[in-house]
């Protein structure tokens, strides 16, 4: 019905018509009566007779004067045939473009917001929608082909006990996508080929594009071939086979083909080939595979999208005019893993090299960019993007300005810690800009209740890239939290393998070729400051806590401090055990194994942080941790901790406790056979750093 400032009420079990339509959009039109049972409170009912309807959903016609271009939509508001009020019709230009339609009716009518699943959203009931109706026409997005590559997915492996991952894994993460106006997605890497992951995702809608260690989607040559040599040069009918078989597999899915042609596990293919040995040879060899991956998908597939991932070497190679393509391909540059449009570091090599397309470079261009990363150093794995929001801002904008804007796959993780970060890509990819106050004022409001809050919970997320701690004179040089981890377990490594006479190389990217007491000194003096910032930070997150009501405390925690009490608890348990190392070295035995103790009961806190936020359907979500790996720290620590006991305290364990913490009127006549239960090194730590006063 209308009420009197021409709006249409639609409340109780709304009636909906849809004409046959494809499975895709079945996937949508489940969403939105799951979304409208969930506001309204009544499932709404399909009926047959079009006059009858309420809510129609439909390809557009000639009347709807939808916008001509692809994924495009709109809503329309048609009288019915007896002059009664009118009813709302989502139309659609494209299969796209009617889920789009579908979804943003959701969002901007039921209040459903893009992340609600991962965010754990309260959505709002109510007993009736007022549409006001008014035509709208969707807009359409900067950049033409956009999504995510999930990759770092090994929480979502770890998740649910179904291995590969099944659709109650995989469905939200497509979901989501979509709701952000995404339409692509790269799901997952070297899963496992029976898995449903590409085939879901096509079926929801999405084209489908592949990993540039994984050419044309195809099996890695040496898990089909094993025991074979990796080499194009000596085996081109057995890559060509893989790669038929992919192209097969595909050919009726919408696929952006990437052509490339990297070694096994994500390597420059001339080290398995080292005859390949000059620019001109690589450059040459690479040029000729993607000619042949390009042909061979022009053969079986109509007016197929191809690109090319100018990563690592390829794009070095590419800039240095050794590398020649087909027309037509899209170009995609890489940024370094940490947000700059840079050359990624490789150990501890570090060019910077700028990654964009140089004026006169023709042809279509785009960007693989990261908001988490996996590189054993600093990145940022299971917490959220350290860099600003101005900073995201001024690289893809700038990005933009270079004419790198057809394609953009962002690196998304696994999601759950990323969505602030994922929301302000969505926003670039479908406006091309973005002002970084207000859409951070829209995303607290979208997602938290309590408004009397919502400047403070603002001001933490806008705070949270000021804590992060520097570790080198680059803007991008911001800490994740692998920094605290993958370094420390180096240091420990090297420190028990007696080679402290030594710099450890694995260390000079983060603090120089300097002497392996200078390198531990040089992460503990960067620690002492990032701990003082992380633990200003959560205080703040607590005082707020303290204020909110039990939904948007939940969500708080998982957003917002979960982020910073990783830190903290890394940025500790890192400077601990640096202080460990130094009292070690001085062969203070007893107070090392104190700081060690102390190390690894902030790494513990770490895990605490995680098991917390597994609550409800997020049990076991953080279970897989294996890239970060905080639990292999804490065993490190506590390895290291033990085998400093056994400097001084050993064979008897009980020669520390005798030392320092007996009773005097006991220490020189206590009878040894009373005296056989030494204590645990999580007491005997307490008692020694209450004595030590450490």
């Given at each position: 019905?209308?009420?009197?400032?021409n709006q249409?009420?639609?409340?109780?079990?709304?009636?909906?018509?849809?004409?046959?339509?494809?499975?895709?959009?079945?996937?949508?039109?489940r969403m939105?009566?799951?979304d409208?049972?969930?506001?309204?409170?009544?499932?709404?009912?399909?009926?047959?007779?079009?006059?009858?309807?309420?809510?129609?959903?439909?390809?557009?016609?000639?009347?709807d004067?939808?916008p001509?271009?692809?994924?495009?939509?709109g809503?329309?508001?048609?009288?019915?045939?007896?002059?009664?009020?009118p009813?709302?019709?989502?139309v659609?230009y494209?299969?796209?473009?009617?889920?789009?339609?579908?979804l943003?009716?959701?969002?901007?009518?039921?209040?459903?917001?893009?992340?609600?699943?991962?965010t754990?959203?309260?959505?709002?009931?109510?007993?009736?929608?007022?549409?006001?109706?008014?035509?709208?026409?969707?807009?359409?997005?900067?950049?033409?082909?956009?999504g995510?590559?999930?990759?770092?997915?090994?929480?979502?492996?770890?998740?649910?006990?179904p291995?590969?991952?099944?659709?109650?894994?995989?469905?939200?993460?497509?979901?989501?996508?979509?709701r952000?106006?995404?339409?692509?997605?790269?799901?997952?890497?070297?899963?496992p080929?029976?898995?449903?992951h590409?085939?879901?995702?096509?079926?929801m809608?999405?084209?489908v594009t592949?990993?540039?260690?994984e050419?044309?989607?195809?099996?890695?040559f040496?898990?089909?071939?094993?025991?074979?040599?990796?080499s194009?040069?000596e085996?081109?009918?057995?890559?060509?086979?893989?790669?038929?078989?992919?192209?097969?597999?595909?050919?009726?899915?919408?696929?952006?083909?990437?052509?490339?042609?990297?070694?096994?596990?994500?390597?420059?293919?001339?080290?398995?080939?080292?005859?390949?040995?000059?620019?001109?040879?690589?450059?040459?060899?690479?040029?000729k595979?993607i000619r042949?991956?390009y042909?061979?998908?022009?053969?079986?597939v109509?007016?197929?999208?191809c690109?090319?991932?100018?990563?690592?070497?390829?794009?070095?190679?590419?800039k240095?005019?050794?590398?020649?393509l087909?027309?037509g391909?899209?170009?995609?540059?890489?940024?370094?893993?940490?947000?700059?449009?840079?050359?990624r570091?490789?150990?501890n090599?570090?060019?910077?090299?700028?990654?964009?397309?140089?004026?006169?470079?023709?042809?279509?261009?785009?960007?693989?960019?990261?908001?988490?990363?996996?590189?054993l150093?600093?990145?940022?794995?299971?917490?959220?993007?350290?860099?600003?929001t101005?900073?995201l801002?001024q690289?893809?904008?700038?990005?933009?300005?270079?004419?790198?804007?057809?394609?953009?796959?962002?690196?998304?993780?696994?999601?759950?810690?990323?969505?602030?970060s994922?929301?302000?890509?969505?926003?670039?990819?479908?406006?091309?800009?973005i002002?970084?106050d207000?859409?951070?004022?829209?995303f607290v409001?979208?997602?938290?209740?309590e408004?009397?809050?919502l400047g403070?919970?603002?001001?933490?997320?806008h705070?949270?890239?000021?804590?992060?701690?520097?570790?080198?004179?680059n803007?991008?040089?911001?800490?994740?939290?692998?920094y605290?981890?993958h370094?420390?377990?180096?240091?420990?490594?090297?420190?028990l393998?007696?080679k402290?006479?030594?710099?450890?190389?694995?260390?000079?990217?983060?603090?120089?070729?300097?002497?392996f007491d200078?390198?531990?000194?040089?992460?503990?003096t960067r620690?002492?400051s990032?701990?003082?910032k992380?633990?200003?930070?959560?205080?703040?997150?607590?005082?707020?806590?303290?204020?909110?009501?039990?939904?948007?405390?939940?969500?708080?925690?998982?957003q917002?401090?979960?982020?910073?009490?990783?830190h903290?608890s890394?940025?500790?348990?890192?400077?601990?055990?640096?202080?460990?190392?130094?009292?070690?070295?001085?062969?203070?035995?007893?107070?090392?194994?104190?700081?060690?103790?102390?190390?690894?009961?902030?790494?513990?806190?770490?895990?605490?942080?995680?098991?917390?936020?597994e609550?409800g359907?997020?049990?076991?979500?953080y279970?897989?941790?294996?890239?970060?790996?905080i639990?292999?720290?804490?065993?490190?620590?506590?390895?290291?901790?033990?085998?400093?006991?056994?400097?001084?305290?050993?064979?008897?364990?009980f020669?520390?406790y005798?030392?320092?913490?007996?009773?005097?009127?006991e220490?020189?006549?206590?009878?040894?056979?009373?005296?056989?239960?030494?204590?645990?090194?999580?007491?005997?730590?307490?008692?020694?750093?209450?004595f030590?006063?450490?």
């Amino acid at each position: 019905m209308l009420n009197n400032n021409n709006q249409l009420q639609l409340n109780g079990a709304i009636r909906m018509y849809s004409a046959e339509l494809p499975s895709s959009v079945q996937y949508a039109l489940r969403m939105l009566v799951r979304d409208l049972e969930t506001v309204l409170g009544h499932k709404p009912e399909f009926v047959s007779d079009a006059a009858a309807a309420e809510l129609h959903v439909r390809f557009a016609e000639e009347r709807d004067e939808c916008p001509q271009f692809a994924e495009a939509f709109g809503f329309r508001f048609y009288s019915a045939e007896d002059g009664s009020a009118p009813c709302l019709h989502i139309v659609g230009y494209d299969v796209l473009g009617l889920i789009y339609g579908i979804l943003e009716f959701s969002r901007i009518h039921l209040g459903i917001q893009p992340f609600w699943f991962w965010t754990d959203q309260a959505v709002a009931q109510r007993s009736r929608i007022s549409i006001p109706c008014d035509r709208y026409d969707s807009p359409e997005a900067k950049v033409r082909y956009r999504g995510w590559f999930v990759n770092d997915e090994v929480c979502l492996i770890g998740w649910k006990k179904p291995y590969p991952p099944s659709p109650e894994v995989w469905e939200p993460v497509f979901e989501a996508l979509l709701r952000c106006g995404g339409n692509m997605v790269i799901p997952g890497t070297d899963l496992p080929r029976d898995g449903i992951h590409y085939k879901l995702a096509s079926e929801m809608g999405l084209w489908v594009t592949h990993h540039h260690a994984e050419p044309l989607g195809a099996e890695m040559f040496l898990r089909a071939y094993p025991g074979r040599t990796a080499s194009y040069h000596e085996a081109p009918e057995l890559f060509e086979r893989l790669w038929a078989e992919a192209i097969e597999e595909q050919k009726d899915m919408n696929v952006l083909w990437v052509l490339s042609f990297r070694g096994q596990g994500d390597k420059p293919f001339w080290i398995d080939d080292p005859a390949f040995d000059t620019s001109e040879k690589r450059g040459a060899m690479i040029s000729k595979v993607i000619r042949k991956q390009y042909d061979m998908i022009g053969s079986r597939v109509d007016n197929p999208v191809c690109c090319v991932a100018l990563y690592g070497e390829i794009s070095e190679l590419y800039k240095g005019g050794y590398i020649d393509l087909p027309d037509g391909v899209i170009k995609i540059w890489a940024d370094n893993g940490y947000g700059r449009m840079v050359s990624r570091r490789h150990g501890n090599l570090n060019l910077r090299i700028p990654s964009l397309p140089a004026a006169g470079d023709e042809g279509e261009h785009g960007l693989y960019y990261h908001t988490t990363f996996h590189d054993l150093q600093a990145s940022n794995h299971l917490t959220l993007f350290p860099g600003s929001t101005s900073f995201l801002k001024q690289e893809i904008e700038a990005s933009f300005e270079a004419g790198a804007d057809a394609y953009l796959l962002l690196n998304c993780g696994n999601i759950r810690p990323h969505v602030y970060s994922l929301d302000v890509i969505r926003e670039l990819w479908t406006t091309g800009r973005i002002d970084v106050d207000q859409h951070l004022h829209q995303f607290v409001s979208s997602y938290y209740t309590e408004s009397d809050h919502l400047g403070e919970l603002v001001e933490l997320y806008h705070t949270y890239s000021e804590a992060a701690l520097p570790y080198g004179p680059n803007a991008d040089d911001l800490a994740g939290d692998e920094y605290y981890h993958h370094p420390a377990r180096k240091i420990i490594g090297h420190w028990l393998q007696g080679k402290v006479d030594q710099p450890d190389p694995r260390l000079f990217w983060a603090v120089g070729d300097v002497s392996f007491d200078e390198q531990v000194k040089g992460f503990e003096t960067r620690l002492a400051s990032g701990m003082e910032k992380w633990r200003t930070w959560v205080g703040r997150c607590d005082e707020l806590l303290a204020k909110l009501g039990e939904d948007d405390r939940r969500r708080a925690v998982d957003q917002l401090r979960f982020h910073g009490a990783l830190h903290l608890s890394g940025c500790e348990g890192f400077y601990w055990l640096c202080r460990a190392y130094e009292q070690f070295r001085q062969q203070r035995y007893p107070q090392a194994f104190v700081y060690a103790s102390k190390s690894m009961w902030c790494y513990q806190e770490g895990l605490h942080v995680l098991r917390q936020s597994e609550h409800g359907k997020w049990e076991h979500f953080y279970e897989a941790d294996w890239l970060t790996n905080i639990e292999s720290t804490v065993n490190n620590v506590d390895t290291l901790r033990r085998v400093i006991r056994m400097n001084g305290d050993s064979p008897d364990f009980f020669l520390w406790y005798k030392e320092y913490l007996m009773p005097v009127t006991e220490k020189y006549i206590y009878l040894e056979n009373t005296h056989r239960n030494p204590l645990s090194d999580d007491e005997l730590a307490k008692r020694l750093g209450d004595f030590f006063n450490i």
